[in-house]
């Protein structure tokens, strides 16, 4: 690595460069959108329809209404290059068809070292990470719709540097089989057929002051609007789960404006689609198979049950093609309902 001039310098190009090596695109929040649950990545990360468990908080909060018991949810994604994701939540059901949860999603880009104005090894490091705390709420209104709000506060650190934010995530699922009166059930060739809605990251912005460095400068980094539609159905007598997502990311983009005189901003919202397919097949009640497509990006994985007297255990596993050459990712869920 070359020697650089000032720490102050360095710490900027982390802030740049890092939020690319963690996932694939270099916009603020960008770890917000790499699948960290291991049911959802094996089905090609397609969930926004699909949330009924503990993770829903990441998918879909309207789908956090369907939990009848407490709900305990943990997920680790282990991936190269010092890079760091993981998750947990608790959950409960309250009254009338309605859910409250808690979560921790935590990222972290590992160590560099750091220099002085010389650009000689101090002998400490800099590192990144970002926490988001979530408050979820979801409830079932009528038979047909279930509504939820997830309310988050943003923490994210780079050397001495830190920001805070607070945002918003809204969802709905439509259940369709309900609205139709068809009974659930798994005696016609489409069943559970649902429709998921979420918009999120609103309000969701990092204020950076780097006065604390000695360079006198703030910069302020919105979190892209990101709007997500779902549709997930089950086949085969319900043995079979399909879903698709589509992902529109909308980015605020800065762009620098000379017009000979003086130096200006302009601001431009440019907009990105990801599209998501899987599927998740249940051989038996203890095992069931999912494989997927993540925005091209091939997935895999499988989740294993064990039902005891007042417990329900889940192990799931999944795996996440290379991207860009930073190496296969695996992940790892674990989820006990009591």
């Known amino acids: 690595m070359k020697k650089l001039k000032n720490s102050t310098i360095f710490i900027l190009l982390i802030l740049g460069y890092l939020p690319v090596l963690a996932a694939e695109g270099g916009y603020n929040g960008v770890f917000l959108k790499v699948p960290v649950d291991a ?7 397609a969930h926004i329809a699909v949330s009924n468990d503990g993770y829903s908080q990441l998918h879909n909060p309207a789908g956090l209404q369907t939990i009848t018991a407490n709900n305990f949810a943990s997920s680790y994604r282990a991936m190269k290059l010092g890079r760091k994701l993981g998750y947990l939540s608790i959950g409960f059901p309250t009254r009338l068809e309605s859910a409250l949860a808690f979560s921790w999603l935590y990222t972290g880009y590992g160590e560099v070292e750091r220099r002085d104005n010389s650009g000689f090894l101090t002998g400490s490091t800099i590192s990144s990470e970002e926490h988001v705390f979530g408050l ?6 009528i038979p047909w719709l279930g509504l939820g709000t997830k309310l988050s506060y943003l923490h994210k650190s780079i050397g001495d540097i830190k920001a805070n934010s607070v945002g918003f995530n809204l969802g709905a699922i439509l259940y369709v089989d309900s609205l139709s009166g068809y009974e659930a059930g798994y005696t016609k060739y489409l069943s559970d057929l649902t429709l998921g809605l979420v918009i999120s990251n609103l309000a969701g912005r990092y204020k950076w002051d780097s006065n604390t460095e000695g360079l006198g400068a703030t910069k302020t980094d919105d979190f892209p609007i990101d709007i997500g539609l779902g549709l997930a159905g089950r086949i085969l007598q319900g043995k079979l789960l ?5 992902d529109i990311l909308l980015k605020r983009m800065d762009y620098p404006v000379d017009d000979g005189e003086t130096q200006t901003t302009d601001r431009e919202t440019v907009s990105e689609a990801v599209f998501q397919f899987g599927g998740e097949y249940e051989l038996n009640d203890k095992l069931t198979l999912r494989t997927g497509l993540d ?3 091939f997935t895999a994985g499988a989740g294993f049950n064990f039902a005891f007297e007042k417990t329900f255990l889940s192990i799931n596993y999944a795996f996440s093609n290379d991207r860009v050459g930073e190496g296969d990712d695996h992940i790892f869920s674990f989820g006990l309902i009591f």
């Open 39 to 45: 049911r959802a990545t094996g089905m090609g990360g």
């Open 136 to 141: 979820t709420f979801a409830k079932r209104f």
């Open 242 to 246: 399909l879903a698709a997502d589509m």
């Open 295 to 297: 925005d091209g990006t």
